[in-house]
């Protein structure tokens, strides 16, 4: 059974930053690319990052204007996101999964309902606000 499960998320100040990390078990982990989403209250989950199996390709969502970072350490089984210059508007439950095959390729394009991932976390509180 695969289980992924994210750190303690908590509360940042405005421009402070913050780094999650998600800890899989179940599946071999070099194996999966692994992403990170978001999901802000009454707002559908949104994608925000994604990292191959190998960790040589990453994808981030436009919006992010380069504040957060997506990394993996396939010793640990542990994908991690770093949030920099928070804003109030990242507060929300992040969640990370990891895509449905191995070996799956980093696409340049995520969709809902994200089909290409089959293994979720159960998504952890960040909270932004002074």
């Known amino acids: 059974q695969v289980q992924l499960v994210e750190s303690e998320g908590g509360l940042v100040q405005p421009g402070g930053s913050l780094k999650l990390s998600c800890v899989a078990s179940g599946l071999t982990f070099s194996r999966f690319s692994m992403g990170w989403f978001r999901q802000a209250p009454g707002k559908e989950r949104v994608f925000l990052a994604a990292?191959?199996?190998?960790?040589?390709?990453?994808h981030y969502a436009d919006s992010l204007n380069g504040r957060f970072a997506i990394s993996r350490d396939n010793t640990k089984n542990t994908v991690y996101l770093q949030m920099n210059n928070l804003e109030p508007e990242d507060t929300a439950v992040y969640s990370c999964a990891a895509h449905k095959y191995p070996f799956g390729a980093v696409r340049q394009l995520y969709r809902r309902p994200y089909p290409e991932f089959a293994h979720w976390g159960r998504g952890t509180q960040v909270t932004v606000s002074s």
């Open positions: 990292i191959d199996w190998s960790g040589r390709a990453t």
